[in-house]
């Protein structure tokens, strides 16, 4: 499984019976948002709506909407597969990471083979069939969806943002919001601690005139998804979707910018952020499930879009939990969870629920075996990446299914002392947190220690033992099932 773009996709999930043609006109003013939410909630097909009013390209939905779509755009029948894959790609095996020589070389020669799937430069390419300059360009050629009553107006929702690092040349792609200001510009909505703002802080400190920019809208689904991938900043994206795809992704040279970009999207825009100049962006219906507030974001100034001759345009829609955007969170979730467990060995299973929007709420299992190992844990995952925006941390131990929200419940609630079993502690928040962000991106985290306690931590002398019956009653029973009638 091993999609070249947007339309193989599309092909692909029309044979298998996932996604559904909609030929009815349908506007973009929230009607959209409308049927989109409600296919989600019944697990409902990919869409492709054929005739927005007024726009002559189709929009795609709702194509990462459940978890086997999801497996599938990764090129995989499910996201263990894929985590599986990560998982010997860096040679750790379940009980630990490389212990051995051996072991340590065989993870070497893995990552070697990573860097085969750097991307392939091209010289032409389906993505710039048609170059648009000047007075030719224009946004509003695209049908791009208002998703939410409140909405300052239309964003763009599923970019590729591309930029460089003005001092190491290294690329990021991030995907990250676009409010429409008018034909050529847009906002720029990259969060206070994502890789695009830094690199804008950079260029603002080297007072550079501008930092280029290009933003792929479609590509392959791997490709897509990376966007929205948390890699530390020396990882490329690029070659991150190469590997996920095995076989490295084709990029060709922006027409106007010095940034190469994913030859098989379906449209390109290209130009530039002015370091320091910022406008007011939002409100917009966010994945808090609540609008987030207008605040000042950077500007984007297009100067070019390229296209292909008959492009589609890939969206998503953000809201109240769950959208589409979980099951990209969720393919994170399961892809990073073997590159935790190479820096924290001793976490088992993680889980960021959706109504936990990702920062609010992750739920960690760990085999532990000293004391005060899980406020070790906490700590570690506050000072991972963007996992430091991690709100409420919640620590159980191994033998507890984290991904059954009934048992963590039950667990959490029974096994907490609040006074010595809650760890207080400040530091980065998400700009989406209007609880505790505002102006100031600083606020208060919360972890909870619901493992058992052991020798040398508070209440482990009396620990009562958990209730399990006897495996011989129980096979019994099972062998005399039939029998009771009941
Ligand atoms: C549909 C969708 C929309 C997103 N919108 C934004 C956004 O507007 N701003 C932002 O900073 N992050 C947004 N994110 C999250 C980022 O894509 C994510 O944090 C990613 O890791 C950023 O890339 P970076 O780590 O290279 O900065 C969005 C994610 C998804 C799936």
């Keep these: 499984m091993n999609f070249k773009d947007l339309h193989e996709f599309i092909d692909f999930l029309e044979a298998k019976g996932e996604l559904v043609r909609i030929k009815t006109p349908v506007t973009w003013d929230l009607e959209i948002t409308e049927i989109t939410t409600r296919t989600i909630a019944n697990q409902g097909p990919a869409l492709l709506f054929e005739n927005v009013e007024g726009y002559q390209y189709p929009l795609l939905i709702n194509m990462y909407g459940t978890l086997k779509r999801m497996g599938w755009a990764l090129g995989s029948e499910n996201l263990d597969e894929l985590g599986h894959r990560i998982q010997s790609l860096i040679g750790m095996a379940q009980s630990g990471p490389p212990e051995t020589i051996l072991a340590k070389m065989r993870a070497l020669g893995d990552l070697v083979k990573l860097a085969s799937y750097k991307p392939k430069l091209v010289s032409s390419a389906p993505c710039q069939e048609v170059v648009l300059n000047g007075e030719d360009v224009n946004l509003f050629d695209l049908p791009i969806l208002k998703c939410w009553p409140l909405d300052a107006g239309r964003f763009i929702t599923l970019p590729l943002v591309i930029t460089q690092d003005p001092e190491t040349g290294i690329r990021n792609v991030g995907t990250y919001r676009m409010q429409v200001f008018d034909r050529n510009t847009t906002g720029m909505h990259w969060q206070t601690h994502k890789v695009g703002a830094h690199h804008a802080r950079l260029a603002r400190e080297q007072a550079s005139p501008k930092l280029e920019v ?46 190469e970009v994913p030859a098989h999207a379906e449209f390109i825009l290209e130009g530039y952020v002015t370091p320091g100049e910022t406008m007011e962006e939002g409100p917009f219906g966010d994945h808090t499930g609540y609008y987030s507030l207008k605040e000042p974001y950077s500007v984007f100034h297009i100067t070019t879009i390229t296209h292909r001759k008959s492009p589609v345009y890939p969206t998503v829609v953000v809201g109240k939990p769950i959208q589409e955007d979980y099951f990209m969170g969720k393919a994170t979730e399961r892809t990073f969870l073997p590159l935790i467990q190479l820096l924290l060995p001793e976490i088992r299973d993680i889980n960021m ?81 209007y609880a505790t962000a505002g102006e100031f991106r600083v606020g208060t985290k919360i972890g909870i220690d619901a493992t058992h306690k052991i020798p040398g931590e508070p209440r482990s002398n009396d620990w009562p033992p958990e209730i399990e019956m006897e495996n011989e009653i129980k096979k019994l029973v099972t062998e005399k099932w039939e029998d009771y009638g009941i």
């Design 214 to 259: 290009a933003v792929a809208l479609g590509g392959d689904p791997a490709t897509i998804w990376t966007g929205s991938a948390p890699l530390p900043p020396s990882v490329d994206e690029f070659m991150m979707a190469g590997f996920i795809r095995s076989q490295p992704i084709e990029l060709v040279k922006a027409k106007t910018v010095n940034i």
């Design 353 to 433: 629920p959706g109504e936990g929007i990702f920062h609010n709420l992750m739920i960690v299992s760990i085999r532990k075996e000293f004391p005060g190992q899980a406020q070790k844990v906490m700590h570690a995952i506050w000072g991972l990446g963007l996992l430091m925006l991690t709100k409420t941390i919640i620590v159980l131990d191994d033998f507890v299914d984290i991904q059954n929200a009934s048992e963590v419940v039950w667990r959490v609630t029974a096994n907490i002392n609040p006074e010595t079993d809650l760890l207080m502690t400040k530091g980065p928040v998400d700009d989406l947190d």
